[in-house]
């Protein structure tokens, strides 16, 4: 988009005019399952299915509405929410072909995840508060993509985030779920803080958070504020996407049920962040060196992501990672700017189904196999749970990129667009991504092979595992289906044309020329990847984890020592630094008294009273602070 | 020289009228000494609450009056201009009663902890027979209501005083009942009358402080009025030494009433040692009265000399914040951990305050009344949480509550969500105002350190919500008491205030914002 | 003339103060203390009046002003010591500390033992 470009949006009309339904109508039934309690115990899922269900519908009418207007940008204001002086921001809400477009996404995956969770919690007892959460969590995250403003966006972003928290620690029981809970609400504090941040920046330099006064008066702002932003946004979209350096708490939260993992971790909230910067596009598109970071940040969580993929044993473990991975591309994607941004947001649309219908698979292999997650103790099972065999299969093919299904569509091209960047960076990103696409194939195939092939090494307690019920077969079979065509049906029924009116150009870098050949080689990586899997898989595992005989393995199993990263980044200087005040705070300052004390009276016994709280050691403290004022004031004024 | 006569002396004059909510809460306040003295002890009790709320009430409702009778738009002086109607004057006075009057339903509690907070009798050693007895039986002390109302009445004068003198005599006026009221916990009577004693040695301290900043004033300006001492400033010839010296006494004076680091270390102690409806009080309404005198003087009496000391505060701002909300991570206590969650907060009023517009001043009166309904609301059910030996604040104490009580828990969920900046509720709102004001004023690094040490304090919040909800309780866990029906309602009002003003705060922003002109 | 010796008197006797909060572990002595901070800013008012040209002297009675309100402190002060005094038979400050830090819920108050004698208690 030319930066002299305008953003417009028109006030809706209309059909469009009643587009708050899509947010009211989950909040409400949100609001009537958690607050309702346990009369409504026997009817809340279908209360909670019917809802989202609704949206959908309504989200179908209003895409298929915003297709007919000419004009592809609609706003609609509800109410003054906060006026500071000049700050204003109101309750708005804008419909464009890339709200839509989620919209659609967060619906309908989200309304096939339902209808599973209704089999899948069957035996849980809090299975009402559970839908309560969801939909909660389905309102917040439409807020998320239909705010017409940061601010708007950011109340969604924290809402969703809300949400995943109290989905994440579900099983209390569970430590590690506890756990896992705080750690991606800690994590996810950090992000909030740089887009809290970033909007502050917005004030200051625009007053407004609005996405048309934002976008307009981006051009004419110093390069460095326009960085700041950028790399701000960036950081906040880490943290809710995964990336790195903030991915320690995705796989984490696989803790939560499988349903919550399908949803909130892998289709929807996590890609927030792509869609955050899909969104800020005209931010990242003036500062280039800030879409390289965004690059950057991409080309190294998703190689990090697949190796670490490679040495999980934890079948939802290993999707986790890998979602941390492919929104790793689409990070690469939306950071090369231009026509990339609609190839990043088709990929988030395949993953999207893809991978919401493996976790699906990977919940129905858990149900029939009693809860076990370890892939070393799965094996044989095609024969046993055919339906999930064939839908994680078609799965697993879209997501190594197998023609004609949807990965091949979505992340050819985006490779090819990374290799397109040119010069250093274009081998570096393109060859990540290549890389990238065969550890992939590797590890996808290793989950596949080990899950439903060679011989059984079920534990003791399993005789017979079974295939999981129609409710929960039929969403993964639609999911399927959406895995096989989505890819094909959204790059030929013009996809990036309908996203023209947000990103302003459909133009793709890429090799035109070389298209065949780019699509060769990277076809030839994935099955070298799928080769390597299936020899060295196709016998099954050993039963226990075998020592890690080089340094690679090893660091892939402590995760490439992200966890100990975040400890010495975020929470050693932290701890120190609390120690430190403390220390000022009480026993310093009483240090100094008792020391002071010492000396005036000749005393040692004055040691005796090394504890806090002592009126005097306070009055000190009130004394050196004033000191300290009134020799500030007077070297500002003097100096 | 020449000898003053006693005829030079013209009685100043007093506009009745728009000083009378100030006039009725302390008049109120006389009737309810009088009712202590000549009532039968039978009826002290409902004639105190009646009195108390009542004054509070007509306070409020007169101060509407004059809001709408435009003082606000067309501010006066009055009682020889030590006295401002004005409408940042009127808007903190409403603040301090209508938070005043939640924290007064909480203290006339009498159903939680039977007979009410309040100890029966002082003059009883602790732990004596006698002790036990009053503690098991006997109903409060009435003379808190009279206290209360006299520290409210003060807290008025403060924030409308308009010279350095008044500003003094208010500051006495509103501190010295609260040190008495320190004192008067029914449990736990050694620790409350520490924390007394702690709270009158460092108050005393530190009035000393202000008011000999108050005398260098005099020297520098030879006068105590603010607008005299602004005209001062500008005009050359005088040495700024003294001027300097003088409002870096007087800020530290305020500054310890508002508990900024580094004058914050009764806060913890005294906040932890006074029964927990003074405790609510203070955090409150003190909070609203301090922030108010730091409000006119900055405002009034130093606008011209900003770009000089507006560094040095800048700089107790961003340690309040940062310092407020490490040790707050630390805490065990839970009255501990929102005494420095309080200092934080007041660290991000300050942020407001150094905007140094007309934002800054609506952005800072806005929070004050946002966090003062959360942090009632909070200390509110803090109350509720008890064991044997009355009130049980220990966090561990709280593990699994939210099992025992989920109401009480998801309130307190929804509070800390509030405290934490969470949007949708009225601590997001607030700090987005101070920090979008504050960076309208050039603020930049105050609002980082704002939004990091936000950021940080958030896990305190989260580790109490962690505890009530995913660990198991204790055997003996504490019970939880059923609110009576003024707890409830304070509660109700803290909390449904919180959303309001988290959903729709223009409803107070746009009050807050036409009342953000001082007179000067 | 500038009153240079009153000023300089008056500061003395306001860091004599200071050092006695700083120093005194008696509180009634901090009391005093604290009193003989509020006196030096009388000083400092009455020299200040006598400075200023042309105006009613109303740093007298400022003075006037602050000896009222130091008088009204001092009586809640002696209130709330007393009480003190009534039930830990001391009145030594530096005890008051054991309010801090608690990290276990604190043992049921009890009246510390009958006067202790308290030879550090004095002239430091």
Known sequence: MTLAEQVQYQSATGALSSVWLLIAIPLASAAVLLLLGRKADRWGHILGCASIGASFVLGLWYFFTLRGLGHKAVSLDLFNFIQVGRFKVDWGILYDPLSATFVLLITGVGFLIHVYAVGYMKEDPGRRRFFGYFNLFASAMLLLVLGNSFLMTFIGWEGVGLASYLLISWYQDRPAAATAGKKAFLMNRVGDAAFLVAMFLMFANLGSTDFATVFNGVGA???????????????????????????????????????????????????????????????????????????????????????????????????????????????????????????????????????????????????????????????????????????????????????????????????????????????????????????????????????????????????????????????????????VAAGGLLVYGGFTTWLEPVFGTTEVPGHEPNRAMMIGISLAVVLVGVAIAWLLFRRGTALVEQPARSPIVRAARENLYGDVFNETVFELPGKLLTRAAVFFDGKGIDGIVTGLAAIVGGSSSRLRRLQTGFVRSYALTILGGALVVVAALMAVKLG | MNPVLAADITLPHINYGAIAPILILLGMACVGVLAEAFLPRTLRYPVQVLVSLVAQVAGLATIIGLALSNYAKKPTLTAGDALAVDGPG??????????????????????????????????????????????????????????????????????????????????????????????????????????????????????????????????????????????????????????????????????????????????????????????????????????????????????????????????????????????????????????????????????????????????????????????????????????????????????????????????????????????????????????????????????????????????????????????????????????????????????????????????????????????? | MHPVIPYVVAALLFGVGVYGVLVRRNAVLLLMSIELMLNAVNLMFVTADTSIVGVPRSGQVFTLFVIVLAAAEVGVGLAVILRFFRLRASVETDGVGAATETDAPREADAPRAAVRPDPDGEAR
């Open chain 1, 221 to 483: 702002l110093p390069h460095g504020v326009t960085l700041a932003m950028a790399l701000l946004l960036l950081a906040g979209a880490c943290g809710k996407s995964g990336q790195f350096p903030l991915q320690a708490w995705l796989p984490d939260a696989m803790e939560g049920p499988t349903p919550v993992s399908a949803l909130i971790h892998a289709a929807t909230m996590v890609t927030a962040g792509v869609y955050l910067i899909a969104r800020s596009n005209p931010i990242f598109d003036a500062t280039s060196l800030g879409q390289t970071i965004v690059v950057a940040v991409g080309a190294f969580t998703l190689l990090l992501g697949c190796v670490i993929g490679c040495a999980k044993d934890d079948i939802k473990r290993v999707l986790a990672y890998s979602t941390v991975s492919q929104i790793g591309y689409m990070f690469l994607a939306v950071g090369l700017g231009g026509g990339a941004y609609a190839l990043g947001i088709l990929h988030l649309l395949a993953h999207g189904f893809f991978k919401a219908g493996l976790f699906l698979g990977a919940g129905s292999v858990m149900h029939g196999m009693k809860d076990q997650t370890d892939l070393r103790r799965f094996g044989g099972l095609w024969r046993y749970m055919p339906v999930t065999w064939a839908t994680v299969g078609l799965g697993y093919l879209a997501i190594i990129g197998i023609p004609p299904l949807s990965g091949f569509f979505s992340k050819d091209p985006i490779i090819d667009a990374a290799f397109a960047r040119g010069g250093w960076q274009g081998w570096v990103f393109g060859l990540a991504a290549l890389l990238g696409a065969g550890l992939t194939a590797f590890y996808m195939t290793r989950l596949f092979v080990l899950t439903f092939h060679g011989k059984k090494r079920w534990t003791d307690d399993i005789e017979h595992p079974h295939e999981s019920p129609g409710v929960m077969k039929l969403p993964m079979i639609l999911l399927a289906v959406g895995s």
């Open chain 2, 90 to 520: 009127l808007f903190l006075q409403g603040a301090v009663l209508v938070l005043g009057i939640v924290a007064t339903l909480l203290i006339a509690e009498r159903s939680v902890e039977r007979g009410g907070a309040f100890v029966a009798q002082a003059a009883v050693t602790a732990g004596s027979e006698a002790d036990a007895e009053q503690a098991r039986r006997q109903p409060s002390q009435t003379e808190i209501f009279p206290l209360s109302l006299f520290a409210l009445g003060g807290m008025m004068l403060f924030v409308s005083a308009n010279d350095l003198l008044t500003m003094f005599v208010a500051l006495e006026v509103f501190s010295l009942p609260l040190y008495l009221m320190c004192a008067l916990a029914r449990r736990r009577r050694l620790l409350s009358q520490e924390a007394a004693v702690k709270y009158f040695l460092l108050g005393a301290f530190s009035s000393a402080f202000f008011v000999y900043g108050i005398a260098m004033l005099y020297g520098f300006a030879g006068s105590v009025k603010f607008h005299d001492i602004a005209v001062a400033a500008i005009s050359s010839g005088k040495s700024d030494l003294l001027m300097f010296i003088g409002l870096a006494m007087l800020a530290i004076g305020l500054l310890f009433k508002a508990a900024a680091v580094p004058f914050h270390v009764w806060t913890p102690d005294v906040y932890q040692g006074a029964p927990t409806p003074v405790t609510a009080l203070m955090a409150s309404c003190t909070k609203v009265a301090a922030f108010g005198g730091i409000l006119r003087i900055f405002y009034v009496a130093f606008l011209d000399s900003r770009w000089d000391w507006r560094p040095v505060i800048g700089v107790i701002a961003v340690l309040t914040m940062v310092i407020g909300a490490i040790l707050a991570v630390t805490q065990t206590d839970i009255k501990r951990l929102l005494a420095y969650s309080s200092i934080a907060n007041a660290g991000y009023v300050l942020t407001g305050v150094l905007a140094m517009q007309k934002d800054g001043i609506s952005s800072s009166l806005f929070y004050l009344v946002t966090y003062g309904f959360t942090v009632l609301a909070a200390f509110g059910l803090v109350t509720l949480v008890r064991d044997q030996d009355g009130e049980a604040t220990h966090l561990s104490r709280w593990a699994g509550l939210g099992r025992k009580a989920p109401v009480l828990a998801g309130v307190f969920t929804f509070l800390m969500l509030s405290f934490a900046g969470i949007p949708l509720t009225s601590g997001f709102t607030g700090k987005f105002a101070v920090f979008s004001a504050a960076l309208g004023g050039g603020q930049t690094t105050l609002v980082i350190f704002g939004v990091l040490s936000s950021v940080l304090l958030a896990f305190p919040y989260l580790r109490v919500v962690v505890l009530m909800y995913l660990q198991e309780p204790a055997a003996d866990a504490p019970t939880v008491a059923v609110p009576g029906a003024l707890t409830s309602a304070a509660l109700a009002i803290g909390a449904i205030v919180t959303l309001l003003l988290g959903v729709w705060p223009s409803v107070l922003l746009d009050v807050a914002n036409s009342a953000a002109q001082f007179v000067g």
